[in-house]
């Protein structure tokens, strides 16, 4: 509940001091150009660590929120700070999900690396980073950046189109209800009410002809929903008896307890991890998905070790935007 509610005090003030840690506070990032690719506007946590700040507004807020006594938030915000302080100095680092990564400096102090937040950046929902054309070293002048209105327009173009094929799907799917219906029907009629008029030797046959039918219906509604209900996983036990089969070329990395996995970015929908992985250019590290227990999120994993500090020293050759997930 600690993060929701900072993320909360952030909405509201723009920043959030808890006293023995230090203050966070946000701040608007222009967009930016790198390798290419002109990145979006985003507002990013920052923090300042300092054991000196002194603060009981965030405090307060926690124990309105909660609804518990003034005490009892104190108590929560300090079991938080201790799980923080111990985490960096026993691991180095420490990573929250939906939040970012605590880590120390070389002069031993904390220092944060956030996540890109939503609720953070709903105004710059829309942007998506855009890559140059170039022309030896220089940009083609012939290239537009298309504005936000530009993109929201082309997201209603692209909505109407799915709408208009869901409605032709859909009534593609009556006509084939009702085909079934009629073929139903008929089959009820001609093998069950004329019975008695069919020979001997074609009631088998009708027989195995309605069978085969039934068979085959309930296989595709089988499939579909097994399709539209894929299956959730609470515990790691769970995780671990489901069947995952995975090909050489599979895009899913099994994810195995005591392993160190570099991470790259971290989605709720597969299409948008693939599409980082493209943008990123991600391909060259072979990069594979994971779904950890317990956590819906999708990682983009650029690289599996068995210990963390082969884990680091490449992600610090690497990539030091990325982060280790254990």
């Given amino acids: 509940m600690i993060i929701p509610s900072l993320i909360r005090t952030l909405l509201e003030e723009n920043s959030a001091t ?8 946000v701040e608007k990032q222009p967009a930016q150009v790198k390798d290419d690719v002109v ?3 985003q507002n990013m946590i920052l923090f300042r660590y300092s054991k000196d700040d002194e603060g009981f507004d965030f405090v307060t807020k926690l124990s309105k929120w909660k609804q518990i006594r003034m005490d009892a938030a104190q108590a929560e915000i300090s079991e938080w700070i201790n799980l923080i302080e111990n985490g960096v100095e026993h691991n ?9 990564t605590f880590f120390k400096d070389s002069s031993g102090k904390i220092v944060f690396q956030s996540i890109i937040i939503p609720e953070l950046n709903i ?6 980073p855009v890559f140059m054309i170039q022309k030896g070293n220089l940009i083609n002048e012939d290239y537009v ?5 530009s993109i929201l327009i082309n997201k209603e173009k692209k909505r109407d189109k799915t709408l208009f094929f869901g409605i032709i799907l859909v009534a593609a799917i009556l006509l084939c209800v009702l085909f079934i219906k ?3 029907s008929y089959i009820y009629q001609t093998i069950f009410v004329q019975k008695e008029k069919l020979d001997e030797t074609l009631k088998p046959e009708g027989t195995a002809f309605i069978s085969s039918v039934l068979n085959e219906v309930l296989e595709v509604d089988t499939r579909e929903e097994k399709e539209a209900n894929p299956p959730v996983f609470k515990t790691e036990d769970q995780y671990a008896k489901v069947e995952k089969p995975l090909s050489p070329d599979s895009i899913y990395l099994p994810y195995q307890k005591g392993k160190f996995y570099v991470i790259a970015g971290s989605f709720l929908k597969e299409a948008d991890a693939l599409r980082h992985i493209k943008e990123k250019k991600l391909e060259k590290y072979d990069a594979k998905l994971i779904i950890v227990p317990e956590n819906q999120h999708l990682r983009v994993c650029i690289g599996s070790f068995d210990n963390e500090i082969d884990a680091s020293k490449f992600m610090t050759l690497n990539d030091k935007s990325c ?3 254990k």
């Fill in 182 to 184: 009629d073929r139903f």
């Fill in 323 to 325: 982060w280790i997930l």
């Fill in 39 to 41: 990145l979006p506007p």
């Fill in 92 to 100: 180095k680092s420490v990573f929250l999900d939906d939040f970012g």
């Fill in 145 to 149: 950046v298309k504005d936000k209105r």
């Fill in 123 to 128: 105004e710059n929902e829309g942007f998506d």
């Fill in 18 to 25: 808890i006293a023995g840690l230090g203050t966070f506070f």
